[in-house]
């Protein structure tokens, strides 16, 4: 399975108790997305794979998200211990907490 879930387990540097003026989030809908992403997102930026961007856990030990509906929609488990599984709602919390948010799908 992924790991926790719960939001204040939502990686001690990737969440703000105020919006992230500074921290990109990086959506990544695809590999090629993945492979665009890692080569221009800062190292302090958190990584969410959404959709086909979940096969990416099959291929790369990156520190990263997981929306655990896609994951599991496409028979793919990680047992990680970078990988962070998110539900919608702590997508949506992520998304709110970090400016700019970037989709990564190339």
Do not use: M
């Amino acid at each position: 399975g992924f790991g926790p879930s719960s939001a204040t387990a939502i990686a001690s540097g990737a969440r703000c108790s105020n919006r992230c003026s500074a921290v990109t989030l990086p959506l990544v809908f695809n590999l090629q997305g993945l492979e665009s992403c890692l080569q221009r997102r800062q190292p302090a930026d958190p990584i969410v794979l959404l959709g086909d961007g979940t096969y990416a856990l099959s291929q790369s030990d990156i520190e990263c998200f997981v929306l655990r509906e896609d994951a599991a929609a496409r028979g793919i488990t990680s047992n990680g211990k970078n990988i962070r599984g998110i539900d919608y709602a702590e997508f949506v919390e992520l998304s709110t907490d970090h400016n700019p948010v970037v989709s990564w799908a190339d």
